[in-house]
């Protein structure tokens, strides 16, 4: 199993992100278009338009970005996933 990062170890960036998705703040994946978009663009292997438009259309996501995104933020895949899921049920 992979340790946990350290707080002081994450991108101020992507510890922003954490705090905002462990406090129930984001309630959309769009409300991400304003957290470093283009650092976690990059950090994910995506252009910062592919990265925008899958805020917009979180369906679009693959596990492997959700996963690598918590990654990233030292954050709980589930979180991620949860919300993707409640977002797009109606589809």
Known sequence: ??????????DSDFLSI???????????MRLLESQA?????KALGLN???????????????????FKMANLCNLDADLIYELIKKQTKHL
Request: proline content about 4%; hydrophobic content about 30%.
């Open 1 to 10: 199993m992979e340790k946990k990062k350290k707080s002081k170890d994450i």
């Open 18 to 28: 954490k705090s905002l998705f462990e406090s129930g703040i984001i309630k959309s």
């Open 37 to 41: 978009p283009t650092n976690m663009a």
């Open 48 to 66: 910062y338009n592919s990265y925008l438009d899958k805020l917009q259309h979180p369906d679009k996501f693959t596990f492997r970005h959700i």
